[in-house]
C-alpha cells in the first residue's frame, strides 16, 4: 500500500494534510512519499491549483483537505480489494 502527498513548501494545507496521513499511518501500514510538485514542471502544471493532493496507490483520492477518518476508511478498503471512489467534487 502507497499512499503520495503532493504538495509544495510553505503550504499550510499540505503540513495539516500530512499531519492527517501520519496519524492514520500510525494506525495502518503504508509507505508515504511526499513529492514538492515545485520539482516536476509536469505536476506543477496539474496539480497546482489543487495541492495538497493525496493519492492511494496511485488513485487521487483526496485535495485540498484531508479527513482522517474517511482516509482511513479509504485505506481500509483498498486493502480489502475495493477501488477508491471520488468524492463529490473530485476530478482527480
Known amino acids: 500500500m502507497r499512499v503520495d502527498i503532493y504538495s509544495k513548501p510553505r503550504c499550510s494545507l499540505c503540513e495539516k494534510a500530512l499531519a ?35 493519492l492511494i496507490d496511485g488513485v487521487p483520492a483526496f485535495k485540498h483537505r484531508v479527513d482522517a477518518e474517511t482516509l482511513e476508511v479509504r485505506i481500509r478498503e483498498v486493502m480489502n480489494g475495493i477501488p477508491i471512489a471520488k468524492t463529490v467534487g473530485q476530478d482527480g
Open 20 to 54: 492527517v496521513v501520519v496519524d492514520v499511518q500510525a494506525r495502518l501500514p503504508f509507505e508515504l512519499y511526499v513529492t514538492d510538485i515545485l520539482q516536476s514542471p509536469d505536476l506543477f502544471e496539474t496539480w497546482r491549483y489543487d495541492i495538497p493532493v493525496v
